[in-house]
């Protein structure tokens, strides 16, 4: 019975509000154009017809542009019915006897009925563009929403699967430690280095879990520093040989250098999770009108141009690179490992 019953109610409510909106129409139309005739029949204007009637034509275009059609057209025929009776001989009397007078009338509602026409039309597009535009706020809005709860997820799946393993570690190796300070002193000391070296590894962890947090840092601090804590993770974590070689902060704007950041951050995390290598090259240069990132790896390699279901690193990687308006090649086959290249038109360029 709910599943009746409510879509009932809807109807009656819509139907509610329709009626309203029709009697506040009606009333507007009679008051604007008793207001106006109440101003022009006193002083007797009888003889001013074109100026009589646009000021009727000027109501009735306000009336479509802020209420719609329908008051627009009832202002329009209570206009042709103000003229005749006050306006057009003989006066006070619907009766009309001369030619031009029909054919002033006539011209009148054409005009009156075009202008109010165009005027709801706007209005109707005006009103549209605004709610689409408030759609594609709610939009932006809960994909912002979406975007941050995958961070998160993915922040916290980085927390669980590396510093919390850690500190286990940590607290593993010294309680060993702990148990064979006096047993075995050398066995003891083993353990402490090993917790040192967990220590540090949680330590770079941390560092670029947090720089991630506050990609402002990247402004502050610069891409260069911002990699090189990539580097110390895939070092400290992963045990890959990375070598990053640099020479000077590239001349970049911020948000390029946050999305190029978000390319080298894609490309490690593929070459960790699926190219199985032991050694990473990463070289990041300043020439006179580019900026090269060239991250190369000695893993199983793979085919550039293959579609890998379910997998967006490469598609990510290359519309941020297109965003940039630079260019981004792949060059990588079976067991030979990979080369990405990236290239972009640094702030000097984009000035002249």
Known sequence: MLKQVVPRRKHRVHLHIQWRRYALDSALAFICIAAISALIVPTSLYHTIP???????????????????????????????????FFFAPSYNLAIVQLAD???????????????????ALRLRAEEAQQRESELRHL????????????????????????????????LGAHTAQEELDSDPEQARSSLDYVIGLTEAAL???????????PESL???????????????LHSRHHLQVDFCSTVEPDLALEDKQNLYRVAQEALHNIVKHARATRVT???????DQVLLQIHDDGKGFNPNQNFPGH?????????????????????DHEQGTTINVRLPSMQRICI
């Open 51 to 85: 100026t009589i009637s646009l000021l009727y034509l000027l109501i009735v275009l306000v009336l479509a542009g802020k209420r719609g059609l329908y008051a627009a057209s009832l202002a329009t025929a209570l206009s042709l019915l103000t003229l005749d009776f």
């Open 282 to 288: 990463i070289v990041l240069e300043q020439e006179s």
């Open 102 to 120: 029909i054919i002033t009338l006539i011209v009148f509602m054409l005009a009156a009925i075009l202008t109010s026409k165009l005027a709801a």
């Open 140 to 171: 932006y809005e809960k994909a912002q929403e979406l975007a941050s709860l995958q961070e998160r997820q993915r922040l916290s799946r980085e927390l669980h699967d590396s510093v919390s393993q850690v500190l286990y570690g940590i607290s």
């Open 204 to 214: 770079a962890e941390m560092r670029a879990l947090i720089f991630e947090l506050r």
């Open 219 to 233: 402004e502050t601090e610069g891409l260069v520093a911002a990699i090189s804590r990539q580097v110390a993770v």
């Open 312 to 332: 967006l690193g490469v598609l990510s990687m290359r519309e941020r690179v297109n965003k940039m308006a630079g260019r981004l090649h792949i060059d990588s």
